[in-house]
T-cell receptor, first 114, second 112 residues
Framework: AQSVTQPDIHITVSEGASLELRCNYSYGATPYLFWYVQSPGQGLQLLLKYFSGDTLVQGIKGFEAEFKRSQSSFNLRKPSVHWSDAAEYFC????????????FGQGTTLQVKP | DGGITQSPKYLFRKEGQNVTLSCEQNLNHDAMYWYRQDPGQGLRLIYYSQIVNDFQKGDIAEGYSVSREKKESFPLTVTSAQKNPTAFYLCASWDRADTEAFFGQGTRLTVV
């Protein structure tokens, strides 16, 4: 069965420090991969997505993610975190075929210390 | 501006009552989705519709119903059969051209 695991429920980093949020997936083939961000009480905003090609993808707000097929991972990174990055982050996978059905991880809440 | 509008933002319901959450989009997307969000569980798919007048159950459809009479609208009814309806509900549409989901701002439903 398809699944997405975000091992870290809660992460705290200092402002200016680097960030890596982990995402592992289980899927029979290479899925579509997404990272979304959610501010409290709001909807989800797409940070970046991967379908094929270059395994390092760049997104908005200075985020990037790297697809590693051998590890079934799609970790999100940012070199220097800003206080405004505090939010909840979701990794999601979508089946090939462009149906739009997404499976989400449990989410990682990021807290930024001043 | 194009987007997805969910209303109301907050909704209170007494036990035993049905309630309908509104979702409207002006993005001209064919596919629309309803997700339920609970703390620590991510988003779970309730129902989805790939085209007008057609919809399918997601992973947690029990106690919910939907309709898709218009391309722009995909309302979700939370029925009295839903045992634990208090949650945050998110509606989304899917852009097949850009392979991307767009989300509304959500409706927080509380059963009192």
């Amino acid at each position: 069965a398809q699944s997405v695991t975000q091992p870290d429920i809660h992460i705290t980093v200092s402002e200016g420090a680097s960030l890596e949020l982990r995402c592992n997936y289980s899927y029979g083939a290479t899925p579509y991969l997404f990272w979304y961000v959610q501010s409290p009480g709001q909807g989800l905003q797409l940070l970046l997505k991967y379908f094929s090609g270059d395994t390092l993808v760049q997104g908005i707000k200075g985020f990037e993610a790297e697809f590693k097929r051998s590890q079934s991972s799609f970790n999100l990174r940012k070199p220097s975190v800003h206080w405004s990055d505090a939010a909840e982050y979701f990794c999601a996978v979508g089946a090939r075929g462009n149906t739009g059905k997404l499976i989400f991880g449990q989410g990682t809440t990021l807290q930024v210390k001043p | 501006d194009g987007g997805i509008t969910q209303s109301p933002k907050y909704l209170f319901r007494k036990e035993g009552q049905n309630v309908t959450l509104s979702c409207e989009q002006n993005l001209n997307h064919d596919a629309m989705y309803w997700y339920r969000q609970d703390p620590g569980q991510g988003l779970r798919l309730i129902y989805y519709s790939q085209i007008v007048n057609d919809f399918q159950k997601g992973d947690i459809a029990e106690g919910y119903s939907v309709s898709r009479e218009k391309k722009e609208s995909f309302p979700l009814t939370v029925t009295s059969a839903q045992k634990n309806p208090t949650a945050f509900y998110l509606c989304a549409s899917w852009d097949r051209a850009d392979t991307e989901a767009f989300f509304g701002q959500g409706t927080r439903l509380t059963v009192v």
